[in-house]
């Protein structure tokens, strides 16, 4: 279903563009084929709904970004915060460094070149019996690594996109915001194989089982837009 729900409110478009479709609302799709746009500021963001009843083993989360801010500073990709650790998963874009995956506060780095010229696919994926966590950029494998192996990952949780959380579902950071879009957020309670992460990568999927894009549902708050994709 294409179907749309939408509570409105009058907002200021003053530094809104001509074809800007902009909207200061809560907004619940069912259906999203198009990227999610976020200008730069402390109080706009996604806040996504996941299909969850019982702690994560394991996982894989793949998304495109675009953005020009990795050689200006961090920022938030991804942030899953519970009421009890804010960084339960999150995949954060470090200056000078590369892409940092959390899993309940504990952090590795992947190591990665700055990307600023073109659209990037990420996935970043990681499973409790062995600890091993695995990140992917545009098709191709970084180092493997591992991280608190034998724990599990809590189903309540605020999943949002554009902040970073420092505690649930709240006291977001200007300098951690991301700027510029986001699209394809999938997410599966499995480690995908590295023939499936090259099919989602292609375009294809496997029917994500924790966040579907295809089929999903959200809130958003401050200025997001909904814009056209700019990736193939």
Not at 152 to 158: G, I, L, N, Y
Request: glycine fraction near 6%; charged fraction near 20%.
């Amino acid at each position: 279903s294409n179907t749309v729900h939408l509570i409105e409110h009058p907002v200021k478009q003053e530094n809104c563009g001509k074809s800007c479709q902009f909207h200061a609302i809560i907004q619940h799709l069912t259906c999203i084929r198009r990227p999610l746009c976020f200008p730069e500021s402390d109080n706009s963001y996604v806040s996504l709904k996941a299909q969850l009843r019982k702690p994560l083993k394991a996982f894989t989360v793949c998304l495109h970004i675009y953005s020009e801010l990795a050689s200006t500073r961090g920022y938030s990709v991804f942030s899953y915060a519970t009421k009890k650790q804010p960084n339960e998963i999150l995949i954060f874009w470090s200056k000078g460094r590369g892409y940092i995956l959390g899993v309940r506060g504990t952090e590795v780095l992947f190591k990665s070149p700055e990307n600023t010229a073109a659209p990037t696919h990420i996935c970043a994926s990681w499973e409790s019996a062995s600890g091993i966590a695995e990140f992917w950029v545009d098709g191709k494998p970084k180092v493997r690594k591992s991280l608190e192996k034998g724990a599990s990952v809590e189903a309540e949780a605020s999943i949002i996109l554009g902040q970073e959380q420092d505690t649930f579902a709240g006291e977001y950071e200007k300098n951690q915001c991301l700027v510029g879009d986001i699209g394809d957020v999938n997410m599966w309670d499995y480690v995908l194989s590295p023939e499936e992460i090259s099919t989602v990568y292609a375009g294809g999927t496997f029917s994500p089982n924790v966040l579907n894009w295809r089929a999903l549902s959200y809130e958003m708050s401050g200025e997001v837009y909904v814009k056209p994709q700019l990736w193939p």
